[in-house]
């Protein structure tokens, strides 16, 4: 598993992302804060990687992809982009929340870690997590939830700790980790089962965007 060549996306929010990791190091790395214009940019940029780490795509081993939360158009241009890429190589195609890979991103993962992407209308998609389980992924001590602002604000108040992610400021916090690493992404995504983590979309807000649902503990 360590020597697995990986291609890793998110285009979740506004940066466009992509890294090729080989055996936990990077090959290429790139973190363009775009705003829009994901599906412009990512296969050029995927291109430009590939050429800059001297490397082939038939030398991939696995795709791995963030699904969300964040915009309907962006999430999706990442995933169609590594399912494709994914088929034409016949290779496996994970995908793995953002929230969990921003807590990763985190220091001290000890504590309590609180992962807010910002939403629309004042909400954010928020879960807290706390240490590592036997697969490195951030054990999660709640479900991931579409919430209103003030009520992730009760939540981190609650258990201080951490803030990471795009919608920090939704609870008066400056996070430098507002944005997916790929690397982090592709070094999780080395040691997870294909079957185990689909490259589904987790959009996490009702289409008629009705107020967040409430906030349930993870089942044991």
Do not use: W
Request: net charge negative.
């Amino acid at each position: 598993m360590t020597d697995l060549t990986l291609l890793s996306i998110d285009t979740c929010e506004g940066t466009c992302s992509a890294a090729i990791v080989r055996g936990g190091q990077v090959l290429s790395r790139r973190m363009e804060k775009i705003g829009r214009g994901h599906a412009e940019r990512l296969l050029p940029m995927i291109s430009e990687m590939m050429a800059e780490a001297d490397a082939q795509y038939d030398a991939l081993d696995r795709v791995v992809v963030c699904t969300g939360p964040g915009t309907f158009t962006g999430l999706r241009i990442g995933l169609s982009v590594a399912r494709g890429l994914a088929l034409v190589k016949d290779i496996p195609c994970l995908g793995l929340m953002s929230l969990p890979v921003l807590a990763a991103q985190a220091e001290e993962i000890d504590q309590a870690v609180h992962a807010i992407v910002m939403g629309r209308g004042g909400q954010g998609f928020y879960q807290r997590f706390r240490g590592r389980d036997d697969m490195g992924l951030p054990v999660a001590e709640t479900e991931a939830a579409c919430l209103d602002g003030e009520d992730i604000a009760a939540y981190v108040a609650a258990r201080p700790g951490i803030v990471v992610g795009s919608g920090a400021a939704l609870v008066g916090e400056a996070s430098e980790i507002d944005a997916v690493d790929p690397v982090v992404l592709a070094r999780l995504g080395a040691g997870l089962s294909p079957e185990m983590f689909l490259p589904e979309p987790a959009y996490l807000r009702e289409a008629d965007a009705k107020k967040g649902k409430a906030l349930l503990p993870v089942e044991s």
